[in-house]
Every structure is written in C-alpha cells, then in structure tokens.
C-alpha cells in the first residue's frame, strides 16, 4: 500500500471523529521497514477507541484490547496510528517514547499528509512522509495530470 492509499484510510477513519484524534493499529510484515519508506505492506487496519482524558489533542488506546491484539496477532503488529487535528503530522515527545518504547513504526495522519517514524539507533526517524503538495507535483513531472 503506498503512503498515500494509507493517508486515505486512516484519514477516512480520522473524518468519522473530527472534534478528537483517533487511534488504531496497523498490520504487516515487521521485517518490512527499512530506513526510508514509500509504501508498507499493510495487510490490515484496526481502529481502536480513544480513551484519553483529553481526546482533542491526545489519544491513549486500551491497553486490555493491546494486550490481547498482541497476544493474537504479535509477529503481525506493523505499528501504531494516530491522528493530529488541525495541526502537522511532526512527532511529539510523547510520540516519539512510544517508538522507543515499543519499536514499531508509528504512523501520524493529518490533512494532506502523513509521516512515519521508526527506531534507528537509539533514535526516533522519520521514515517515510507523504503530502498531497509532494503527489501532486510528481504527477506533473510524471505527465499524468
């Protein structure tokens, strides 16, 4: 799936709550992620419900339905998704604790773009990003607009 085919379904997910960030998690094969990414092989997208105190400008997602999709589907967990409202899709310290933490790739979905981060040594990358400004101006170099 490329950046942009996953920018349309989390953001589709995104669209069903627009007053709060929405949260899921994504499926695939972990050894799929490199150091720069342009497309994931995304075989599935769970949302899960936002149970923060303060959903507008955080998520936190339960951890009993984590902790059984973990038990479930442990060697399929690609990673985490969010989304940020109004504002760019740039990883917060919060975020970035989460990739460490974990070290699956985290996903941020916002209008018009998003990015993904993931671990490289000892840090918090991003490692992939996508924009309707960037596809658009490759489909005029491409001729296909």
Same mark, same amino acid.
């Given at each position: ?43 599935? !997208? /769970?949302?899960?419900?936002? $149970? ?10 339960? *951890?009993?339905?984590? +902790? ?30 989460? !990739? /460490?933490?974990?070290?699956? $790739? ?10 993904? *981060?993931?671990?490289? +040594? ?24």
């Amino acid at each position: 799936m490329t950046l942009g085919q996953l920018h349309r379904v989390l953001w589709s997910h995104a669209g069903s709550f627009p007053c709060e960030e929405v949260c899921g998690l994504i499926f695939g094969p972990f050894d799929s992620i490199k150091t720069t990414v342009t497309s994931l092989e995304v075989t599935g !997208v /769970m949302p899960i419900k936002n $149970i923060a105190d303060s959903p507008r400008d955080s998520f936190e997602m339960d *951890y009993a339905v984590l +902790q059984e999709q973990w038990k479930l589907r442990h060697g399929e967990i690609l990673g985490i998704y969010h989304s940020h409202l109004g504002g760019p899709a740039l990883a917060s310290l919060p975020d970035q604790d989460v !990739v /460490m933490r974990t070290g699956l $790739i985290s996903v941020i979905v916002s209008v018009g773009e998003l990015r993904v *981060y993931g671990r490289h +040594q000892n840090q918090v990358i991003e490692i992939g990003h996508w924009s309707h400004r960037t596809e658009f101006q490759q489909k005029i170099l491409d001729g296909s607009l």
